[in-house]
């Protein structure tokens, strides 16, 4: 399976930054003892690469051209970053101020491989939506083993260089620890779906004790210790802790996909004995005909001779013998002929009678069948006339999924009313696209599955997929034979799969993953159009002693009220989102010049600084620094635009925060990340 190939490549690649980040913590040192195990990492997650490029290359998914574009841009990223940590180990390259970079290389080579994750699982979905638990589990626990792989990498540079972590750091850090705990929370809940299954309970219990209990403690720990400039342990021994710490979330992920590499076994082996069972049965029907054919050739036969034999001694007055016979061709003959015509005519008579009995008790029974099927099945089948556009027939289930009755939609005006009118002029549309040209008397033409919205009789709008073919009638009479299926829960559960990967839990804002995508089609419209196109920065001012002193809860209700009032200053074709901890982005289209942009985001300053209502503080203000960064004149790439409204913001911090601050060049030497 493709996705299970995808989920070892990602994990392969998280875990190559174990011995990754136990090498630089070596540098400069050119020879290290765990070299071996930094090749081997290597050579594996080139392996598991190459197979799952292959897989998707000869796979018919429709996805295939995004799935491949990602899957390169894995590999690309992966041979920069592995180049820089090389390069970083040689004795005189191996500078401690530069290992943050070489680590962010390492990182920024996983959101290609885990879009590809994503891809897949909504694809697997799909088409098997009873997996559905078990798929997403498998995707958050991916994510789970590189978000935590993510969290280790970011405390290396701090017990490398022995300095203190920075602001941005630790916002960073707290980022991905909170997006760790949000996987916790899914993944306990999806455990508990999967709870008849004794070992994943037992190594998600490990993994709870291992990881989230021990492992996050002693995280904290250390972070408090280098903070307070405390002794702690160095580099290399945290990363080998770590990982061990982490290996319970592999073997949590490894009992999952072994769960998963059941169930398609069982799935297999089910086939395989139905297909054993059936051509038995279609050999034992075989020897069942044998023996039937040659069972009735030998009760026609037999009687039809010694009927002859009875009518010859008959007729000539002899004794009836089984030995006589009458060989010779005379009057005799020709009399036994015509009774043997009769007697051949009076048996076919007897034969056709009985077919035409069986017949119509077959008929019958297939109509008892096909009643059933009509009276029991969620989906309603109907037969339109497409001249007159009335309905000649509809199954009893169209009460079910729709509210009509049968008598009201076999009504000669069902279909006109005015709730049917945009439905059925897109139906019609669909129906003529196929008959409009080339067509012929006794044909069957069939049409492609198309989906609709059609009014309830409670007057709510239900989703409904229809299929079926328009039957042409030697008279050139249309008709189309139609089923029609309630997909709302498919299309509840295709929008709860969208939210999840697409917008933030909190406040439901677009996130960071949905932001990048809509920020490279936005702004490629920008260019198309020629237009003026505004990237706003929103960093919350200290934010953090809000935190502390009133606790997370009221953080995170602080969080929904600002999500809230961004929400209702931007225009209706704004795309407001949010980043991560405090930081959030407005991006703004279509603007007639710059003292636009100043003013909607002058609007969305003013708005946060207005006093909030929470639950432990009735009277709270807090204020935020904004940078804007405008395209095309700050910058003609996503890149540049998201790193200038970054730097524009943060001068705006330093020039006394709540204001808002536009990029310009010279800001950009002095001014970045504290």
């Not at 594996?44 to 690469?49: G, H, P, S, V």
């Not at 940590?85 to 390492?106: Q, W, Y």
């Not at 061709?329 to 008579?349: C, K, P, T």
């Not at 030697?474 to 929008?495: C, P, Q, T, V």
Request: contains cysteine; aromatic residues 6%; negative net charge.
């Amino acid at each position: 399976m493709i996705y299970l190939k995808a989920l070892a490549t990602m994990q392969a690649l998280s875990t190559e930054r174990g011995p990754s980040n136990i090498l630089i913590s070596q540098a400069p040192f050119h020879t290290s003892p765990d070299q071996l195990g930094l090749d081997l990492s290597r050579k594996k997650t080139d392996q598991l690469m190459l197979e799952l490029y292959e897989k998707i290359n000869l796979s018919p998914h429709q996805i295939k051209p995004q799935l491949l574009n990602f899957l390169g841009k894995t590999r690309r990223q992966l041979q920069i970053a592995r180049k820089d940590i090389d390069f970083f180990r040689e004795p005189k390259n191996g500078k401690p101020e530069n290992i943050g970079a070489v680590i962010e290389e390492m990182l920024s080579a996983m959101p290609p491989i885990q879009s590809v994750v994503y891809l897949l699982a909504e694809n697997l979905i799909l088409s098997a939506p009873e997996a559905a638990p078990l798929t997403i589990q498998m995707a958050l626990i991916a994510e789970l083993r590189d978000n935590a792989g993510k969290l280790g990498s970011l405390l290396v540079p701090a017990l490398i260089t022995g300095q203190e972590l920075n602001p941005v750091n630790l916002a960073r850090i707290n980022e991905t620890r909170g997006r760790i705990l949000q996987i916790h929370e899914q993944t306990r809940r999806l455990t508990q779906l999967l709870s008849q299954f004794g070992q994943i309970t037992r190594s998600s219990e490990q993994m709870e004790q291992a990881y989230f209990q021990a492992g996050l403690q002693q995280y904290d720990k250390l972070i408090h210790q280098i903070q307070s400039h405390q002794e702690h342990v160095n580099a290399k021994s945290f990363t080998t802790d770590y990982v061990l710490a982490m290996d319970s979330i592999v073997l949590f992920g490894d009992e999952i996909q072994k769960l998963a590499d059941g169930m398609a076994s069982d799935k297999e082996a089910e086939t395989l004995l139905s297909l054993c069972w059936t051509v038995e049965l279609i050999i034992v029907l075989f020897g069942i005909s044998l023996f039937m054919l040659t069972f009735l050739r030998r009760r026609i036969v037999k009687p039809i001779e010694q009927a002859r034999i009875f009518l010859s001694e008959a007729v000539s007055g002899q004794a009836q013998s089984g030995q006589m016979s009458y060989p010779y061709q005379d009057e005799m003959g020709e009399l036994f002929s015509a009774i043997q015509i009769a007697n051949r005519q009076h048996q076919e008579r007897n034969q056709l009678l009985s077919e035409r009995s069986q017949l119509i008790d077959q008929l019958q029974k297939e109509k008892e069948v096909y009643q059933s099927i009509l009276d029991n099945t969620r989906d309603v089948i109907w037969l339109f006339d497409l001249g007159t556009k009335k309905l000649l027939f509809v199954s009893p289930s169209i009460q079910t999924v729709r509210g009509w009755s049968v008598e009201e939609a076999m009504q000669a005006d069902f279909y006109q009313r005015a709730e049917f009118s945009e439905t059925s002029a897109l139906l019609y549309k669909v129906l003529a696209d196929h008959i409009s040209s080339g067509i012929k008397e006794d044909t069957t033409i069939r049409v492609p599955v198309i989906e609709v919205e059609m009014p309830h009789k409670n007057g709510e709008m239900v989703p409904i997929e229809i299929s079926g073919s328009i039957l042409i009638g030697k008279d050139g009479s249309a008709r189309f034979l139609g089923i029609s299926r309630d997909i709302s829960s498919r299309k509840k559960n295709e929008n709860i799969i969208k939210k999840m990967a697409f917008f933030d839990k909190l406040t439901d804002l677009p996130n960071r993953r949905y932001f990048d995508e809509k920020v490279e089609s936005m702004l490629l419209k920008a260019e198309q159009e020629k237009s003026l196109l505004a990237l706003v920065f929103i960093d919350l001012d200290d934010f953090k002693p809000v935190n502390d002193k009133y606790g997370h809860e009221v953080g995170d209700e602080l969080l929904k009220a600002v999500a809230g009032r961004l929400q209702a200053c931007v225009r209706q074709n704004d795309f407001p989102a949010r980043l991560g901890g405090d930081e959030f982005v407005v991006i703004m289209p279509d603007l007639q010049d710059e003292q636009a942009a100043k003013i909607l985001g002058e609007r969305l300053r003013e708005s946060i600084y207005q006093p909030f209502s929470l639950s432990a503080a009735e009277h709270l203000k807090i204020s935020c620094s904004v940078g804007i960064a405008l395209y095309p004149k700050h910058g003609k790439t996503v890149a540049e635009i998201i790193r200038h409204s970054d730097i524009a913001m943060y001068a705006a911090k330093r020039a006394g925060r709540n204001r808002i601050h536009f990029f310009s060049p010279d800001i950009n030497a002095g001014t970045n990340r504290p």
